[in-house]
């Protein structure tokens, strides 16, 4: 069984900043990717960032210069620094874990969602 919990969400002024958090437990052989997702409502889901295991990153254009994503591979954690948001940043971001689970002594490849964290940008 694995788990994922996201925090750090919260409310926020525009040219705010927030540190959101990722963490992934359980029966992990292996992380390989992490990223960062977001839904605003009426919208789909959509990538902000991701992160390999050994540190090359991605960003969508809407957010380059402004979110800075990091991962401790020894603490299984994923962070996401989001900097000067804006109200157009307000969604649920959820954290995505692509791993190697181990299952009956067998490591599998899994992909697992948290359960996401609200993030508001408002005045």
């Known amino acids: 069984q694995v788990h994922i919990v996201e925090s750090g969400g919260g409310l926020v002024q525009p040219e705010g900043s927030l540190r959101l958090s990722c963490v992934a437990s359980?029966?992990?052989?292996?992380?390989?990717?992490m990223a960062w997702y977001r839904q605003a409502p009426g919208k789909q889901r959509e990538l902000v960032a991701s992160?390999?295991?050994?540190?090359?990153?991605n960003y969508t254009d809407f957010v380059k210069g402004r979110f800075t994503i990091s991962r401790d591979n020894a603490k299984n954690t994923m962070y996401l620094q989001m900097n000067s948001l804006k109200s157009e940043d307000t969604a649920i971001y959820y954290c995505n874990v692509d791993y190697g689970g181990v299952e009956r002594g067998v490591v599998a490849r899994r992909s697992s969602w948290g359960p996401g964290t609200q993030v508001t940008v408002s005045s």
């Open positions: 992160i390999t295991s050994d540190g090359n990153t």
């Open positions: 359980g029966s992990i052989f292996s992380i390989y990717a």
